[in-house]
């Protein structure tokens, strides 16, 4: 069973670099078909989808977001991350990574982690 875990910073300030990493653990990254997507969840918001990238490295980003974000993997260490610039408070949100058969679909979930962003 495939199990992910995000890791972040907690709290970032406004117009820094906010870095999250997904550890996974259970299923390769490159496993044939797989997307590995960041969502976030802000407060009173719902899920917004943020990049994949998937099991051959291709790179999708939402509109919203891909003027600022950046995701990249390391097969290595069967993780990947996302970096997000020029965060301001309205980046505070839960981020979740997750693994899917597409960039709208996930059956595996981490847990998410906190990121406040605060001056």
């Known amino acids: 069973q495939v199990q992910l875990q995000e890791s972040g910073p907690g709290l970032v300030k406004p117009s820094q670099t906010l870095s999250l990493t997904c550890t996974v653990a259970?299923?390769?990254?490159?496993?044939?078909?797989?997307?590995w997507n960041w969502i976030r969840q802000s407060p009173g918001k719902g899920l917004e989808w943020m990049a994949a990238?998937?099991?051959?490295?291709?790179?999708y980003y939402s509109l919203d977001f891909k003027s600022r974000a950046s995701i990249s993997r390391d097969t290595s260490k069967n993780q990947f991350t996302l970096q997000l610039s020029s965060v301001t408070p309205e980046d505070t949100a839960v981020y979740y990574c997750?693994?899917?058969?597409?960039?709208?679909?996930?059956?595996?979930w981490g847990q998410g982690t906190q990121v406040t962003v605060s001056s």
């Open positions: 990238i998937t099991a051959s490295e291709r790179i």
């Open positions: 259970g299923e390769s990254i490159t496993t044939s078909g797989t997307y």
């Open positions: 997750a693994r899917g058969g597409s960039w709208y679909l996930y059956d595996s």
